[in-house]
């Protein structure tokens, strides 16, 4: 059984970095490309970026910047590290799984974390 | 790339069929068909209900039929069910490192 297993819920204050891990297990860590998408309060999900299983990174360009993905293959976690927090990054982040390229479902997500709370406030 | 429009919720009643419409410009949907649906009951993980426009994942009741149409993507769930009531988000991914979302539309089952 496929599992996300995400970081719990964070307070920070403006200005802070906040780490939100996501535990894969079976062969998503070493096989399947890796989404993190966040969501708003009263907003849609957005997309911040992805990381391969070669350990490559792309990011939207409104994160570039203040965001980072990494991975660490003794534990088959993937992380995300968003820095300069302000009010505006309060939201549920979520990492997600998307089949590799020749896989059936490429450029969907056919599984997700439970999510993890991000709240910004002084 | 702004969000993709979904009217912000339906309601019906058990066992008739809903529509929940995902419209975006063709820069959103780009020349593929990578359209997916969503499925999110609160403080549970999302859950893929449709991709590549139309297709079911396994496990997924035939109940959930995806469609396109220009830039409009739809959701139909039939014979809806109380466990139907969620929130449902469509995705598109319309070129090299761009996906798009939709609004979202809470789904009532009166």
């Known amino acids: 059984q496929v599992q996300l297993v995400q970081s719990g819920a964070e307070v920070k204050n403006p200005g802070a970095s906040v780490k939100v891990s996501c535990k894969t297990s079976g062969n998503t860590f070493t096989t399947y490309h890796m989404h993190w998408v966040r969501q708003a309060p009263g907003q849609g999900p957005e997309w911040m970026g992805i990381i391969y299983p070669s350990g490559r990174t792309q990011y939207t360009q409104k994160f570039q910047g203040r965001v980072t993905f990494t991975r660490d293959t003794s534990t088959s976690t993937v992380y995300m590290d968003l820095s300069s927090l302000r009010s505006e990054d309060t939201a549920i982040y979520y990492c997600?799984?998307?089949?590799?390229?020749?896989?059936?479902?490429?450029?969907?997500?056919?599984?997700w974390g439970q999510g993890s709370l991000v709240t910004v406030s002084s | 790339q702004s969000a993709l429009t979904q009217p912000a919720s339906v309601s019906e009643s058990p066992g008739q069929s809903v529509t929940i419409p995902c419209t975006g410009t063709s820069s959103d949907f780009g020349p593929y068909n990578y359209v997916s649906w969503y499925q999110l009951h609160p403080g549970k993980a999302p859950k893929l209900m449709i991709f590549d426009v139309y297709k079911r994942p396994s496990g997924v009741s035939n109940r959930f039929s995806g469609s396109k149409s220009g830039n409009t993507a739809s959701l139909t769930i039939s014979g809806l069910q109380a466990e139907d009531e969620a929130y449902y988000f469509c995705s598109s991914y319309a070129t090299t490192y761009t996906y798009v979302f939709g609004t979202g539309t809470k789904v009532t089952v009166l």
């Open positions: 997600a799984r998307e089949p590799a390229s020749s896989m059936e479902g490429q450029f969907s997500f056919d599984y």
